[in-house]
């Protein structure tokens, strides 16, 4: 399986792989923080056409994002067909296994962190 996991991510970066009570879930991460996980899960039911069209968005979200902003923020009315996908899992009972996370706090923290520049007078 470690081979698996490591062609997928090679292929598909913005994919990650969880296992929530035993059970392994792949998708695009929406937001995690300390208490839950929401994930758009590639459904077993999705169309040729719908796991194109996942995987085309998620790819678009990777490359021309900052990838801090959530798909569905970014890609918008393209990635609505997916809302009815977005699970939402416990953190305590998930793992995950590899790929990328979306927190929107860690966002806002980076944007608040502000350098100070002293300047001292020479001599």
Request: proline share 5%; with cysteine.
């Amino acid at each position: 399986m470690p081979q698996t996991d490591e062609l997928l991510h090679e292929k598909f970066p913005f994919l990650t792989v969880i296992t929530h009570l035993g059970t392994d879930y792949i998708g695009i991460v929406q937001h995690a923080d300390p208490t839950f996980m929401h994930i758009y899960v590639m459904d077993s039911s999705y169309s040729d056409s719908m796991k194109q069209l996942f995987l085309e968005c998620g790819d678009t979200w990777w490359w021309e994002s900052n990838r801090q902003i959530p798909i569905n923020l970014f890609i918008r009315e393209r990635f609505s067909p997916f809302k009815r996908y977005l699970r939402i899992f416990a953190m305590k009972e998930t793992d995950v296994r590899q790929g990328p996370t979306v927190n929107l706090k860690e966002l806002m923290n980076k944007r608040v962190k502000r350098r100070t520049i002293q300047l001292v007078k020479a001599g």
